[in-house]
C-alpha cells in the first residue's frame, strides 16, 4: 500500500465525524444563537401590527432619570412607616402605631437597614412598578399624580429624585422580597417564550396592565444581572416574531424592544445598563428560565407576611379584596448584600449556589425557594435562598466566593428567620478570596473562620424574647484572627447570657455592643471597645442581670471548666451609636 495515500474508507469516516462534531456543535450553541439571529430579521426601523397594548409613553410616563444604584444617599429610602404598611404595626413596633411614635423591634431595624444596602444593586423594580403605579393613577401615601410629589411636576418624566420619590420607588422594590410577590415570579419562570408573551397580550387586552416584565442572564447555570422593565405594546413582526415595547428605566424616554420567535421559542433583548456602555444581549430559550412575570396585583395587599416577626397576626387581604391573607412565616431566608457568590450547604448536608470549584449553579436541595433580586445595574447580586424553618443541631454552613470580583467588596450576610436577623456586617472580601461562616437555623449560634489576611467581620444577632418583652441586639467585632481561625458567638437568650470565643493562641481585645428595646420604647445602650478580661478569649456576658446604665458582667473561663467558678468583672459602659438598631 502508498504510505502517502490515505485509504478511502478511513477517510470517509473522519469526514464523517467532522461533520457530526460540527454538527453537535451547531446544535448545542443554537438554543442560543438562535435568539441573537433574531436581531437581522427585525432591523430597527421595521414596522409591524400593533396587538395589544397600553396607552403608556416612556416620555412622559417613564421617570426622567436613569435607574440608580450605590452612588446616591439612601439612608431615608425606607422608614418605620414602610413596614408598618408592609407589616402591620403590631408585627414591628415595639410601642408606637405610626411612623412618628413607633420603635422598632431591633430585628425590623436591623432588616430594614440591611433591604436599604440591597439597593446599591439598582432599583429597577422600583422604578418599573411605580411608573405602571403613576399611570394607572394609584395612590402611595395620600399622593397620586406628579404634581402631588413636587409642585410643577406635570408627568413622572418631569420629576426629579427626591426623598419622597426615592421612598415610593424604594417600597416596591423590596415587595420583590416577599412571598406574596415572587411566588408568582417563581413559576412564571418555568414557562416557554410563547406563553408568555399570551400572558402578555391577555393582559393587555382591556388595554390595562397586569404585569412587570422580568430578564436576566444564566452563566455557568447562575441566574444574574436580573433587570425589570415596564412593557406597554405588543407588535406582531410577522413569521412569528414579536416585539414586546418596554419602558427600560436605564433608558430615560426611549422605547425599547424586546423580541420574541415564538417558533424557535427563543427571546432577545440588546441593551446595556448604563446607555454609555457597550450593549450586550440578554438571550433566553424554553429552559433557560431567564424570563419571567410579576403581578400587579400582588404589590397592592393591605398586609405582607413578615420574614423577621415571631408571629403572625391580622388581614392581609388587598385593596380591592382580591387577595387572601399573609403569608405564613415559617420559612429562613439567607442573602448577602454587596457583590459575590453564596454556596450554602443545609443541615442535611446538601448544597444550593455557586460551587467555586466547578464554576456552575448547583441546587440539591429540593425544598428551597431562590429569590432573585432585580436591580437593573448589571451588579453580580446574590439571590436570597428561603428554607423551611426547622429546628436541628446543626447549623447551616456559608462560604462566599469573590472569585469573579475585580476588587475589594464589603458584604454583609444575613439570616432571616422567626423572630430573629442574625448575621455578619462587614466582609471585606478580596478577588479569588474564599470565606466561611455557620449560623443555627434558630439563628443563636453563628461562626466565622478567618482566610489568609485575618480580616474579620463583625457578628450579630438581632431578636425579640416574647411579646411585651425586651428586644435585642448584639455585635461582637472588632478583632482581626489568624488565618484558619474562628470566632464564635452564642445567646442564650432564656438565662440571659451572650457567649463568644475563638481559637486564635493570641489574645484578641473584642468590642462588645449591647441594645435593649424594652416594652414601653425606651432603650438601654451598652458598649465596651477593646474588651480583654482574663488571659483568655472564652467570655460570657450576663446581659439579663444589666441595669441598663452602668457597667456588664464579664467572665473569661480561663481554665475551660465552665463560667460558674469565675468572678465577674464590671466592664464600664462606653456608650456610642450602635452600628445596628436604631
Not at 264 to 276: G, Q
Not at 427 to 446: A, F, K, V, W, Y
Amino acid at each position: 500500500m502508498n504510505p502517502h495515500r490515505i485509504p478511502y474508507r478511513p477517510l470517509l469516516c473522519m469526514l464523517a465525524l467532522l461533520t457530526f462534531t460540527i454538527s453537535i456543535a451547531l446544535f448545542t450553541t443554537s438554543t442560543v444563537n438562535s435568539a441573537s439571529r433574531i436581531a437581522a430579521e427585525v432591523p430597527p426601523q421595521a414596522a409591524g401590527k400593533i396587538i395589544a397594548k397600553v396607552d403608556f409613553d416612556p416620555k412622559t410616563d417613564g421617570f426622567g432619570f436613569r435607574n440608580y444604584g450605590g452612588e446616591h444617599e439612601g439612608e431615608e429610602e425606607l422608614t418605620a412607616e414602610d413596614l408598618i404598611r408592609m407589616f402591620g404595626a403590631d408585627q414591628v413596633c415595639m410601642s408606637g402605631t405610626t411612623g412618628e411614635d413607633c420603635e422598632l423591634y431591633e430585628p425590623a431595624q436591623v432588616w430594614l437597614e440591611s433591604q436599604i444596602k440591597g439597593m446599591e444593586g439598582g432599583h429597577c423594580e422600583g422604578m418599573a412598578v411605580t411608573s405602571f403605579r403613576f399611570w394607572l393613577e394609584k395612590p402611595f401615601k395620600n399622593k397620586k399624580a406628579p404634581a402631588t410629589f413636587q409642585q410643577g411636576a406635570e408627568a413622572v418624566f418631569d420629576l426629579e429624585k427626591d426623598s419622597d420619590v426615592e421612598n415610593y420607588i424604594a417600597y416596591y422594590f423590596v415587595l420583590q422580597t416577599l412571598p406574596e410577590v415572587y411566588r408568582s415570579k417563581l413559576e412564571t419562570l418555568k414557562k416557554k417564550p410563547s406563553v408568555i408573551l399570551k400572558m402578555l397580550i391577555d393582559s393587555m387586552q382591556d388595554e390595562t396592565p397586569d404585569y412587570t416584565l422580568s430578564i436576566a442572564k444564566r452563566i455557568n447555570g447562575q441566574y444574574t444581572a436580573g433587570h425589570t422593565v415596564t412593557p406597554f405594546a405588543v407588535e406582531d413582526m410577522g413569521e412569528g416574531i414579536y416585539r414586546v415595547h418596554i419602558y427600560d428605566n436605564n433608558y430615560p424616554g426611549v422605547t425599547k424592544y424586546v423580541t420574541f420567535d415564538v417558533k424557535r421559542e427563543t427571546w432577545r433583548y440588546h441593551t446595556a445598563a448604563n446607555p454609555n456602555d457597550v450593549a450586550k444581549d440578554y438571550v433566553g430559550t424554553a429552559t433557560t428560565e431567564t424570563l419571567s412575570l410579576k403581578r400587579l396585583a400582588d404589590r397592592e395587599r393591605k398586609r405582607y407576611g413578615c420574614p423577621f416577626c415571631e408571629d403572625l397576626q391580622g388581614d392581609g387581604a388587598s385593596a380591592d379584596g382580591s387577595a387572601g391573607a399573609p403569608e405564613k412565616n415559617d420559612r429562613i431566608g439567607i442573602s448577602m448584600d454587596g457583590e459575590g457568590e453564596l454556596l450554602i450547604t443545609n443541615p442535611e448536608g446538601k448544597r444550593v449556589g455557586f460551587d467555586f470549584a466547578k464554576d456552575q449553579y448547583v441546587n440539591e436541595v429540593g425544598d428551597v425557594e431562590i429569590v432573585t433580586i432585580e436591580g437593573g445595574v448589571d451588579e453580580d447580586v446574590s439571590p436570597l435562598y428561603r428554607f423551611p424553618y426547622r429546628q436541628s443541631a446543626k447549623p447551616y454552613s456559608i462560604t462566599v466566593s469573590g472569585k469573579t470580583a475585580d476588587h475589594e467588596v464589603d458584604a454583609d450576610v444575613e439570616m432571616e428567620g422567626p423572630g430573629f436577623v442574625v448575621g455578619f456586617e462587614g466582609i471585606l472580601l478580596d478577588p479569588g478570596e474564599n470565606l466561611t461562616m455557620t449560623i443555627s437555623p434558630d439563628g443563636r449560634q453563628l461562626s466565622f473562620t478567618a482566610s489568609q489576611d485575618g480580616e474579620t467581620p463583625n457578628l450579630f444577632i438581632s431578636i425579640e424574647s416574647g411579646h411585651k418583652k425586651p428586644s435585642y441586639l448584639f455585635e461582637i467585632g472588632g478583632i482581626k484572627l489568624s488565618p484558619g481561625k474562628t470566632v464564635t458567638v452564642a445567646l442564650d437568650l432564656e438565662k440571659g447570657r451572650l457567649y463568644f470565643k475563638d481559637n486564635d493562641p493570641d489574645q484578641d481585645p473584642y468590642d462588645v455592643t449591647v441594645v435593649r428595646l424594652n416594652p414601653d420604647g425606651t432603650k438601654n445602650s451598652y458598649r465596651h471597645d477593646d474588651t480583654k478580661v482574663g488571659k483568655g478569649d472564652v467570655y460570657m456576658i450576663d446581659f439579663g442581670k444589666w441595669n441598663g446604665k452602668g457597667a456588664l458582667c464579664f467572665k473569661e473561663d480561663d481554665d475551660g471548666n465552665g463560667f460558674e467558678d469565675e468572678d465577674c468583672v464590671e466592664e464600664e459602659n462606653e456608650p456610642t451609636p450602635a452600628k445596628k438598631g436604631n
